[in-house]
């Protein structure tokens, strides 16, 4: 039986692929987990989208979640941001949350998604909130995240690597 998260995963990725515009983002490998000791929490992005200014902004696609979780999930874009790190997060509109608290998470960070992760979503929420507006702070640069492998190549890299998911 197939995971629907990497169900999700592996359809974003085709979906960026096939897009005719990404606006100057690639898509790369997420940074690992972004820890939160002192909440006892973190996070793990999916993936990292780089645009050509160095710009770096994490994504992680929140699998089951509550509303509780989602609301939790907000405080912690807030959070990371405070640390230098943009995370956007996509969360599917089948799952466990209100109409009404979806629409105000979206307000932030939150991708709302129905049964796909749409490229051209995650673009307008990239354009429409540079990370330079985000109360001063600059998003963290570190080395250029790797281009994401093709599936048939991820899925050889998923068998031969542990998920931090798992």
Same mark, same amino acid.
């Given at each position: 039986?197939?995971?629907?998260? $990497?169900?999700?995963? &592996?359809?974003?990725?085709?979906?960026?692929?096939?897009?005719?515009?990404?606006? $100057?983002?690639?898509?790369?490998?997420?940074? $690992?987990?972004?820890?939160?000791?002192? #909440?006892?929490?973190?996070?793990?992005?999916?993936f990292?989208?780089?645009?050509?200014?160095?710009? /770096?902004?994490?994504?992680?696609i929140?699998?089951?979640?509550?509303?509780?979780?989602? *609301?939790?999930?907000?405080? #912690?874009?807030? &959070?990371?941001?405070?640390r230098?790190?943009?995370?956007? *997060?996509?969360?599917? /509109?089948?799952? $466990? !949350?209100?109409?009404?608290?979806? !629409?105000? !998470?979206?307000?932030?960070?939150?991708? =709302?998604?129905?049964?796909?992760?749409?490229?051209?979503?995650?673009? &307008?929420?990239?354009? @429409?909130? =540079? !990370?330079?507006?985000? &109360?001063?702070?600059?998003?963290?640069?570190? @080395?250029?995240? =790797?281009?994401?492998?093709?599936?048939?190549? /991820?899925?050889?890299?998923?068998?031969?690597?542990?998920?931090?998911? @798992?």
């Amino acid at each position: 039986m197939r995971d629907r998260d $990497g169900d999700v995963r &592996e359809a974003f990725i085709r979906a960026w692929d096939r897009a005719k515009d990404t606006g $100057g983002w690639e898509l790369g490998n997420g940074p $690992g987990v972004l820890p939160f000791p002192e #909440l006892k929490t973190a996070l793990v992005p999916d993936f990292t989208l780089k645009n050509e200014s160095g710009e /770096q902004v994490h994504l992680e696609i929140l699998g089951f979640w509550s509303e509780r979780k989602l *609301i939790e999930r907000v405080a #912690l874009l807030r &959070e990371a941001r405070e640390r230098g790190h943009r995370v956007l *997060i996509a969360a599917s /509109q089948n799952l $466990g !949350a209100s109409p009404e608290a979806l !629409a105000e !998470a979206a307000k932030s960070d939150v991708i =709302p998604f129905k049964n796909r992760l749409d490229a051209k979503a995650v673009l &307008e929420k990239l354009v @429409s909130r =540079p !990370a330079s507006q985000y &109360e001063g702070q600059e998003t963290q640069s570190t @080395s250029p995240a =790797p281009r994401v492998a093709s599936l048939g190549e /991820q899925k050889s890299q998923d068998l031969a690597e542990p998920n931090p998911k @798992s």
